[in-house]
């Protein structure tokens, strides 16, 4: 069961919303596996900032957290299901900005969008799949603790001949340093996660 409570503040040059997501779970099973019962509530903060009255520029930022549960077939699935997986609780900060501006060039309308994010985020008992030895036999577990800092940058341009052609090009580039801080006496502690690229684009 879900519960969400919202509210959303509008004024011209600054928007803000701020949500609540309360999460009842019950999870029921038999034959010796264990039963769980969660709650757990979740705050939001959206903060968007528009100084220019054309709206060209737009600077945003989050802070929010989240709960996800384990999947049917995280949990069960045939030699890859654990039924021991725990939620995955994580803790997320986000500030980033936005332009567009658009202009016309012999007869040409175009049209670019720049913007950047830089983001902090915390997960406690992330779910990840991870190899287990025998190939094709993959397994889910939690990892204790991750850290995850990055930027990503995009930009897209369109332009428009006339009335009947749209044509549009986007580039996205993201570097993400996600590392394991769960125990310092593991040979992998701060290293990158499985199967989180560091670099991707």
Known sequence: ?????????????LKVQASALSSFIHDHTRDGHPSASYRRL?????INLLPFA???????????????MPT????????MGNAMLRPER????????RSRNQWNMHGWKWTLELGGDTYYNTTRDKIIAYPKGQQ????????????AIGAEA???????PNADMLISMQVQYTYQRASDKTNPATPYYNHQIPYIPRHSG
């Open 1 to 13: 069961n879900l519960v969400a409570m919202a509210t959303a503040l509008d004024l011209c040059h």
């Open 42 to 46: 979740t705050p939001a903060l959206f």
């Open 54 to 68: 054309d709206q060209r520029l737009t600077i945003h930022a989050y802070a929010k957290q989240s709960f996800r």
């Open 72 to 79: 049917f077939n995280d949990l069960y699935y045939t030699d």
């Open 90 to 97: 994580a803790t997320q900060y986000d500030i980033g900005l």
């Open 136 to 147: 094709f036999r993959w397994t889910m577990l939690n990892l204790g603790k991750v850290r």
């Open 154 to 160: 995009t930009a897209a341009a369109t332009c428009q």
